[in-house]
């Protein structure tokens, strides 16, 4: 009555406590309801309540716990089970308990719920009163902190640890390859160690980029390279050096194969037009360039011919680029620097063992 009494006194005439707190309750956002201990059900319950758990065309009927136990995340029943538990033996007055509940649209909610005992008879607990806050748009922010911690932990350990290390590896190797003390057979087995390291270094380099676009499906490129025979190679990269290399890889295993450079993509654009068919020539091409680029070629490539016959040689490894290249059909594969002798052999392998299968 004190309260009621309270109320009335900042209240207009026309305004009862009651239709106040009637009106609070059925408009407040957080989930309210009262609970019978005994017969285990919500004997009353706020709209908000119906309307995020889909009991609005049942706001007549009462809820029990079977129903409930439907809804909630089975990690979180027992939880609740030990929470009703405590109250009900009265070992504490009130008690907070987060648990995952399935929403109308079948989602699950996160939820901060207060339990508090309502009523005793006789000392004996008979209705508790909860009140239901959804949290979720928090635990989704803590989530995701939590995700980017544990991200940036495994960024630390790959740049501190596995990078580092091979990377003082081969500088303690450069080292040592100056000593006049050392060996021939020395360095050929020093050699061998700095290959591996650079290995490993660009394994965490791969490793890096996955942690950092946050992309847990890679995949390889799906080739669609057909069984031609290619009597010719261009190479398009504006690294003069890095031309040099790779027409040295490839005349090392293809002595007899002509391979052109260009540093330039409208040189190599202005040069393809007048060769006539492209379907025999293979062509290797870094997409970064001082102005316009591979992408660019691409597009204009696709004007020029319709073969299928690029291989996307680049050192980017974001996978938004293997992807745009993936949309291209003159596109046949995309790897990452440096060319190797492996690939080369490789490639050239399988085009004649696929050559030969047709043939069969």
């Not at 490793?207 to 009597?231: A, C, G, I, R, V």
């Not at 492209?278 to 319709?306: C, K, V």
Request: hydrophobic share 40%; net charge negative; proline share 3%.
């Amino acid at each position: 009555m004190g309260n009621d009494s309270t109320i009335s006194t900042v209240l207009p005439s026309f305004v009862s406590p009651a239709a106040l707190l009637e009106a609070i309750y059925n408009k407040l956002p957080d989930m309210v309801f009262l609970f019978d201990v005994k017969e285990r059900k919500f004997v009353l319950r706020n709209p908000a309540l119906d309307q995020m758990l889909g009991f609005a065309n049942l706001e007549d009927h009462a809820i029990n716990c079977i129903s409930l136990r439907s809804l909630i995340h089975a990690e979180d029943w027992k939880p609740i089970q030990n929470a009703i538990r405590q109250l009900e033996s009265q070992e504490k007055d009130s008690i907070e308990i987060e648990c995952r509940c399935l929403d109308v649209s079948q989602q699950y909610q996160y939820f901060n719920t207060r339990l508090s005992i309502f009523e005793k008879i006789e000392n004996e607990v008979v209705f508790l009163i909860g009140i239901a806050q959804n949290i979720t748009g928090k635990k989704k922010i803590e989530q995701q902190s939590q995700l980017f911690k544990n991200r940036l932990q495994e960024l630390s350990f790959i740049t501190s640890h596995e990078m580092r290390h091979e990377y003082a590896k081969i500088q303690s190797i450069v080292n040592l390859m100056d000593n006049q003390f050392i060996s021939a057979a020395e360095r050929v087995e020093l050699i061998g160690e700095a290959k591996k390291s650079i290995q490993l270094i660009n394994s965490s380099i791969f490793k890096l980029n996955h942690k950092l676009s946050f992309n847990q499906q890679d995949e390889f490129f799906n080739m669609n390279k057909e069984p031609d025979k290619f009597n010719k190679i261009l190479m398009i990269d504006d690294d003069v050096l890095t031309n040099v290399l790779n027409r040295k890889i490839v005349q090392a295993l293809l002595p007899e194969m002509p391979v052109e450079v260009y540093i330039d993509i409208d040189d190599a654009l202005s040069d393809i037009k007048n060769m006539g068919p492209m379907n025999q020539t293979l062509i290797f091409l870094d997409i970064n360039f001082p102005g316009r680029g591979g992408w660019e070629f691409l597009d204009d490539y696709a004007t020029i011919s319709d073969s299928a016959n690029v291989i996307v040689l680049s050192s980017s490894i974001d996978n938004r680029d293997r992807e745009k290249a993936r949309s291209y059909t003159s596109v046949i594969d995309y790897i990452t620097k440096p060319l190797s002798f492996d690939f080369v052999k490789s490639f050239f392998d399988d085009l004649a063992s696929a050559k030969l299968d047709n043939q069969l």
